[in-house]
């Protein structure tokens, strides 16, 4: 159990680096070859998605007695941000969605539901 726990905090971080990527793309700050349309609600919900990550990740790298708690409702409040993403894309306005928004939307929603599903089947049989 320890190994999927570390596993799954190391992938959180990961997901808070690319959310926080994501966040300055959407800002309108281009990262190499990476530009993006600006997007201010994106811009806001990308940096709580990664701060949510960040605290899974540290409850889980840590080993905090609310470790399995704080993967479980990360990975929700995440997968949260990245589905109303999903929404705005697919309701809004057509010139904000892009090859690279999509496919980074959903890439992150199969990630964030697999680790999801993960830590809650984990954190329910420990107990």
Known sequence: MD???RTLGW????????FLLFGL???????????????VPAAIVEPL?????LAGSYGALRDRT???????????AALGGVLLGILALAFGDDSDATALLTWYHNAMAV?????LSGAFYVSRVRE
């Open 49 to 53: 998605c990664a701060v949510a990550a």
């Open 66 to 76: 609310w470790a399995w708690d704080g993967l479980v409702y990360s990975h929700a």
């Open 111 to 115: 990630a964030l539901t697999a680790g």
């Open 11 to 18: 992938l959180l971080l990961l997901y808070a680096l690319v």
């Open 25 to 39: 793309l959407h800002a309108g700050i281009a990262i190499g070859p990476l530009s993006e349309p600006v997007i």
């Open 3 to 5: 190994a999927i726990r």
